[in-house]
């Protein structure tokens, strides 16, 4: 394969919002250290992402020390919020499955409610090694996820987005590309392969850290969504369903489940193992 190596890693401590671009990450079990361990769900349970709430990819989340998030958003004072104390939980709803988890303090419901002037709160996952199992079809024994949408960790490489928008510039929304790879909203990128040499893997070291490919990733209509303005298009799922059509799922990316823990470094090697 060459010299691949992780060109940048990518942590979203409340999903769907932006998230940081550190240098480096702590693996643990169930993801990245700090990745979507917050969620927001509507006044029945169920999560929200850019899915029903586009604007959410202007409102940006960092850690803070203890586990805590700084939420920002455009027109809005920043806030600070602190992981909620062990008092009780909600049940979520994410994607069919329940979980437990804390709800924040009301000031962040309020803020979180009025940016998006919709009935939401905010909760925090407050025990990820045993709130909420990978998809058993994929999972083996004890393996448990954040709440990203199902699998501890989503990888991508540089060499198959400028394959993709090869293809989408070829296309009749040419005008959209070429799109960078935060539409795809990956935790770990990879530079130095093939474009889609990642659909042959089934084990890859990124530094010391070894990972098991559990499934490719099939998109949603969170790629049509730029994420620097909220507006949606076609792209990449117009282009996705033409050249990248496995089963019913649009693909790009690949899912991991981490084999043991460690720290990752932008430039760490990638090796495949199988």
Sequence with gaps: MGNAELQSI????????????PREAVVEPWGLSGDRRWVLI?????????????????????????????????????????????????TVNIFGTKVEAAPADEAAHAWCGDYLDADVRLVHMDDPATRRPVDP???????????????????????????LNSLIAQGDRAHEGPLPMNRFRPNVVVAGTAAWAEDG???????DVPFRVAKMCGRCVVTTTDQATAERGKEPLRTLARH??????????????????????VGDPVRVLG
């Design 137 to 163: 079809d994929y999972a083996l024994p004890g393996e448990t996820v954040s709440f990203a949408d199902g699998f501890p960790l989503l990888l991508t490489t540089t060499a198959s987005l400028d394959a």
């Design 42 to 90: 509507d006044d029945g349970g169920k999560v929200v992402t850019q899915r029903e709430q586009p604007r959410l990819a202007l409102a940006a989340a960092e850690l803070v020390p203890g586990g805590g998030v700084l939420l920002s958003a455009p027109g809005r004072a920043p806030l600070t919020v602190s992981v909620p104390e062990p008092v009780g939980t909600v």
């Design 10 to 21: 990518h942590v979203h401590p409340v999903k769907a919002f932006r998230g940081t671009s």
């Design 244 to 265: 990248r059509r496995f089963g019913t799922s649009l693909v790009f990316g690949q899912n991991l489940v981490p084999l043991s823990t460690g720290t990752i470094r």
């Design 201 to 207: 893997w089934s084990r890859v070291t990124i530094g």
